[in-house]
């Protein structure tokens, strides 16, 4: 991976502490209950009030500069062309670990950015619905292997975002059940002319140029408009990891229908042993081969402390 010299003259990244980052969002500011709070949170990860208003409602603003000149930019090359198209959905990408907190990032910017004085119409897909089915993951030999690039159906989410960019008004995704551990057959996520679509999950600023391939290659972040990633070290990654298996094993796992069932009865100390041993010999290679070095294709990337929370926000220069 390409490391970047600490001097920001010479990378192109600029950094900003937390500190300084909350002081940027000026004025704007939304109205949240606490039961939006507590619908946005996320097991073993807290969410505050203040994180909501320090580190997120400056990143919705920037976000929305960045929709806002999209549109401006689509207005005026409509009108070089003669061409009045009807403006595309923007797409914002939002990538990083298992465990490091995505799913918390995206449910809270769908919410801030469908809050805009327009209200714009926020989709939230996650890619977990273009894996393949267990029975084909099985076939091939690579249930173990389930989050890793060759997991997915990249076709069919290049084929989704495609149909999203080109204008189609109804687009139909799959859906994933964490608590059956597989892709819910005949269930399908309904979107319908969205002003804004969010992209989560591990995969989508991977580039997987292993394979021998003729002709032109298309990746999912090609088609993004704007690119997160969530980051953490690999050892507070592990451990959000195994507290949330423990959080599990006493909540989704205990239901006879989850996918999980099996681990419901270890104890504390055979549930840390087991949680460990998937984070090494599944997400800990998938991090460092595949995930990690995605990190320095994205637009921003938030970096978290052992807490959760936000402590540094880089992002690419223009």
């Known amino acids: 991976m390409i490391q ?8 192109p990244f600029i950094g900003i502490e937390r ?17 939006d709070i507590g619908s946005l949170n996320a097991m073993n990860e807290p969410l505050t009030l203040q994180e909501i208003q320090e580190i997120y409602f400056p990143l919705s603003h920037l976000l929305n500069i960045h929709i806002n000149e999209a549109r401006q930019l689509h207005s005026e090359v409509s009108g070089f062309l003669k061409d009045r198209t009807h403006k595309l959905p923007f797409i914002i990408g939002i990538a ?14 769908q919410r801030l950015l469908s809050l805009a004085p327009d209200k714009p119409q926020v989709d939230l897909i996650t890619t977990d619905g273009f894996l393949y089915p267990n029975s084909v993951l099985e076939s091939r030999g690579i249930l173990n292997r389930k989050g890793f690039p060759e997991s997915y159906d990249t076709r069919r989410l290049i084929r989704f ?39 989560e999950g591990i995969n989508v600023l991977q580039v997987n140029l292993s394979k ?9 972040s090609d088609f993004f408009d704007y690119s997160i990633y969530v ?42 042993s087991t949680a460990t041993s998937i984070w ?9 081969k595949n995930i990690l070095p995605t990190r320095y294709r994205a637009n921003l990337i938030l970096e ?3 807490n959760h929370l936000i402590k540094r926000i880089s992002i690419r220069k223009i």
């Open 19 to 35: 500190k300084r980052w909350r002081e940027l969002n000026g004025s704007i500011s939304y109205n949240l209950s606490n039961e």
């Open 161 to 199: 975002l495609a149909d999203i960019k080109s204008g189609k008004k109804e687009i139909s995704a799959p859906t994933y059940s964490h608590l059956e551990y597989d892709i819910m057959e005949g269930q399908n996520q309904l979107i319908s002319s969205p002003d804004i679509v969010i992209i």
């Open 4 to 11: 970047f010299n600490n001097n920001e003259q010479y990378s």
């Open 212 to 220: 021998q391939h003729k002709g032109p290659r298309i990746f999912v």
């Open 304 to 306: 978290k402390d052992v």
């Open 231 to 272: 980051h953490s070290n690999e050892q507070n990654l592990q451990k959000w990891y195994v507290d949330r298996f423990l959080s599990l094993r006493d909540t989704a796992f205990k239901k006879a229908d989850s996918y999980f069932h099996k681990y419901a009865n270890l104890d504390h100390k055979e549930s840390i």
């Open 280 to 288: 090494n010999e599944i997400n800990k290679p998938n991090l460092l």
């Open 96 to 109: 990083g670990s298992v465990a490091a907190g995505k799913s918390t990032t995206a449910r809270v910017l």
